[in-house]
T-cell receptor, first 117, second 113 residues
Framework: NAGVTQTPKFQVLKTGQSMTLQCAQD?????MSWYRQDPGMGLRLIHY???????DQGEVPNGYNVSRSTTEDFPLRLLSAAPSQTSVYFC????????????????FGSGTRLTVV | KQEVTQIPAALSVPEGENLVLNCSFT??????LQWFRQDPGKGLTSLLL?????REQTSGRLNASLDKSSGRSTLYIAASQPGDSATYLC????????????FGEGTQLTVNP
């Protein structure tokens, strides 16, 4: 099925551990991004990419790394997990037009629920 | 800074009722506005996308309107069903935000049989 696939769906980490959240899309979308969703804070942008080899920071990038080696994949790396990173993480993608804006609407993955203890 | 507000935060209605969810935003320089549905423990499902040049979009029992000048959008759900129970989120893509969607906090809808 076409769409955005995130793995794993659930993960528990100990403080200080590192891990990578995977995101893959098969719609040939140029734009990919990572959001985190927290109660009372809504969804906030962590990092985004407008194409292979191009990434940029969003609203809350600290503690996270990304890379984009292919159009399809956009992994999110937690360098040293902290309890403040307990959240639900969503990957989203979109086509880009004109001035590099993903203005065709976003497709979201089903999310990764991360708990850091 | 763009702020998006959704009213009401929660809504409970009997099955069959027509209802309206509201979304307001402070910066009218938007590229588009998108309505999403989120079921408990699930991801976001796109419902309707309205480009800045459009006034409304329709899909089945859903109709979304956009008034850029007043910074408002409404999502109208006709003949509500228990299966419509979910949280509804609106998000705007504004011209000065690069690629960042700004989300509202959502309206939690419960449709009672």
């Amino acid at each position: 099925n076409a769409g955005v696939t995130q793995t794993p769906k659930f993960q528990v980490l100990k403080t200080g551990q590192s891990m990578t959240l995977q995101c893959a899309q098969d719609m040939n979308h140029e734009y990919m991004s990572w959001y985190r969703q927290d109660p009372g804070m809504g969804l906030r942008l962590i990092h985004y990419s407008v194409g292979a080899g191009i990434t940029d920071q969003g609203e809350v990038p600290n503690g996270y790394n990304v890379s984009r080696s292919t159009t399809e994949d956009f992994p999110l790396r937690l360098l040293s997990a902290a309890p403040s990173q307990t959240s639900v993480y969503f990957c989203a993608s979109s086509y880009i037009r004109g001035l590099g804006v993903p203005s065709y609407g976003y497709t979201f993955g089903s999310g990764t629920r991360l708990t850091v203890v | 800074k763009q702020e998006v507000t959704q009213i009401p935060a929660a809504l409970s209605v009997p099955e069959g009722e027509n209802l309206v969810l509201n979304c307001s935003f402070t910066d009218s320089a938007i590229y588009n506005l998108q309505w999403f549905r989120q079921d408990p423990g699930k991801g976001l499902t796109s419902l309707l996308l309205i480009q800045s040049s459009q006034r409304e979009q329709t899909s089945g029992r859903l109709n979304a309107s956009l008034d850029k000048s007043s910074g408002r959008s409404t999502l109208y759900i006709a003949a509500s069903q228990p299966g419509d129970s979910a949280t509804y989120l609106c998000a705007v893509l504004i011209e000065t935000s690069g690629s960042r969607l700004t989300f509202g906090e959502g309206t939690q809808l419960t449709v009672n049989p």
